[in-house]
């Protein structure tokens, strides 16, 4: 049996780095894990996005996958090192990609940072770009109304166009050279954002950079998958499965097929 990269998120977010696996890993067998029916995780406590991760965890490891992958800005801030802590495989967040996609980016060192409540109040990104790049101008602003466009669908249209032009208002005047979506869900939205700040503003997604980052890991392991793999992907979410397949299938341009898990049968439910 194939063992897999095992990616979770709040929601659909995570998607995004699903679709540069396949593009950059087309042979790795991946199962994503979608918590949507407690999504977002941006405004809850430290310690249910703590729990709420463990549980996806500890569900996605009876798959005995090789890798896991926390797809999620507000998962990887709270809960990274713990789940590391927890298991013997490795385990990437979505942080330290997108801050060093940004140094890579940045000429004029000042970098934004849009991404949820619970993100930016960590100082998370800020912390890492630092630790990287001393003395690098960082400015973070939460935006909690973008996530929720995400989970239902909203991509285009007048209410997201004016969602993102009132949430990116304190910003899009402040000098910066490169935005980074410190949200998995945000990608979504680039267009919109992009229209917003500016040509002259790079937009940085993690979801690229992390993706080399699984490569970099799974190679240096020795643990790639073969070119001859034919994998067989699978998807999880916990809240309205026809929503998550109708999205799933319009990022990552094929079929998949959904299957629904129920908090409440698992007895985990807090």
């Not at 679709?19 to 999504?39: H, M, N, S, W």
């Not at 619970?118 to 935006?143: D, F, H, N, R, W």
């Not at 890991?217 to 998807?235: C, K, S």
Request: charged share 20%; with cysteine.
């Amino acid at each position: 049996m194939q063992q897999a990269v095992a990616i979770l998120d709040s929601g659909v977010g995570g998607l995004t780095v699903v679709k540069e696996v396949l593009c950059q890993l087309p042979q790795e067998k991946i199962i994503y894990f979608g918590d949507t029916a407690r999504a977002p995780y941006g405004p809850r406590p430290a310690r249910e996005v703590l729990l709420f991760t463990q549980q996806i965890v500890d569900y996605l490891t009876q798959f005995q996958p090789k890798m896991l992958v926390i797809a999620c800005n507000t998962a990887t801030a709270i809960a990274l090192e713990h789940i590391r802590s927890r298991v013997s495989i490795p385990v990437a967040g979505v942080i330290h990609p997108g801050a060093r996609a940004a140094i890579k980016s940045t000429r004029a060192r000042k970098v934004g940072v849009i991404g949820t409540k619970g993100t930016i109040q960590t100082g998370a990104y800020e912390q890492v770009l630092k630790q990287i790049s001393p003395g690098i101008q960082v400015v973070g602003l939460a935006c909690p109304d973008l996530v929720p466009l995400v989970e239902s669908g909203r991509f285009d249209g007048l209410e997201a166009i004016e969602t993102v032009e009132r949430s990116l208002a304190p910003i899009r005047e402040l000098p910066m050279d490169c935005l980074i979506l410190g949200c998995t869900h945000y990608p979504y939205l680039s267009k919109l954002i992009g229209q917003v700040m500016g040509p002259e503003v790079e937009l940085i997604s993690s979801a690229d950079e992390t993706a080399r980052e699984i490569s970099t890991i799974l190679g240096h392991r020795g643990m790639l998958a073969g070119a001859d793999e034919t994998p067989q992907h699978q998807f999880f979410c916990s809240g309205q499965p026809q929503l998550f397949k109708q999205i799933a299938e319009m990022w990552l341009e094929q079929p998949i097929e959904v299957t629904p898990f129920d908090w409440q049968i698992t007895n985990l439910i807090v």
